[in-house]
């Protein structure tokens, strides 16, 4: 009697134990068809919101392609030497904007504050005025980045590029950046004597997606004026005849813009941008005195917008920022090719990951559920 109601109570466990692993058995199956549902692409969306290396190039970008950015270039005149001390010093200080070097008063430092916060209707910085020294005694920057009779001449051209698909990088570093060294305007100038145009204005701009990875910046190194703009809003102030000074900022996952110079920490800008909304950063730099002409930029982790485009003014054939120099209102990129895309790679060793975890938990309670009705039925011929 006992042994008949040991083997009731064993094949009671049994049945149990079978309960348990079949619904074990289909609750991991659910989970696995809810893990293989995840595609690449899914996985991806993730990653590149938190991971560097997982933005690569793609419309066919790579080390060995041309990225062009186009460039607007204002040549300079010098203006009249005026001694700073003589009872014109006013006249000085508000009208000699280029070369100081070369007329007897020279005085180098960063002066913030010499532009608005916000651009004018024509996207251009526009000047402040301010204290009367050789900085920031502006009342009028027309003839930085407009064409003006007997002062300023312009002209286009194009950045090369350096890129690294590995971290998406678009950088350009040049310590002796002198790009208009062939041209005539202002040949003969007291500022060249060196044969080296000291004497030049630029301004650019690149389009790019913001990401709100947490990971996108961007760094500038150059002597004299330098005004960067997120949008239309002041992000790097770099104002001033200086030496060599580095400014940079940087988007956090909220869009908020940070940004400092020199050795000043970052601060909040008063900027923000909205994750996959076009939004654009405008570059303004000015030389303005014959000594050394540094020029770098880098933009790492960013999402810019290029076009595949033949150059009008060189052979070379490749990819060129989308941005029309020649148009200074243009706000955004219209459908040109986004230049990151995150790393497939990658993508696909998470969702194998995953998925193998899935498979490996389903193979695992298959069997269980086998040797669960291998033992009943061993069970069930033990009772005949």
Known sequence: MKKQQSKKNNHTKIQIFEI????TLFVALGFAIFGMSKTVSDIDKAAIAKTPDAILASAGVSEDKNVFLSVAYFDQKADECIDLYDDNSWKAAEGRQFEWTECGYYNKGLEQGMVSYQLNDEYLPVAKGGNLTSNRGLKD???WFNAVDGKSASYTGNLKLDYRSDIAEFSFYKDEFYPLDEVEFSNGDVANKDRHNHLFT????????PLLSGQERFEI??????FVYVGDKLAIDLGGIHS????R?????KGEVYAGVGLQ????????VDANSGSIVRI???DRDSEDSVFKIRFTGMNLSVTDAKLADREDEGLQIAYDPTDPTYVAPLGETSVVKPDNTKGFILLVTVEGIMVLVFAILLAFSIRGMVRRKVAEAQNK
């Open 265 to 272: 920490d970052m601060a909040y800008t008063g900027i923000t």
């Open 221 to 226: 190194v150059a002597d004299d004026d330098t």
């Open 249 to 253: 900022f940087s988007i956090n996952e």
């Open 141 to 143: 920057m027309n003839r």
């Open 20 to 23: 348990f692993s079949m619904a």
């Open 244 to 247: 060599e000074m580095p400014g």
């Open 202 to 209: 630029m301004n650019f701009a690149v389009p790019f997606t």
């Open 284 to 286: 303004f730099h000015a």
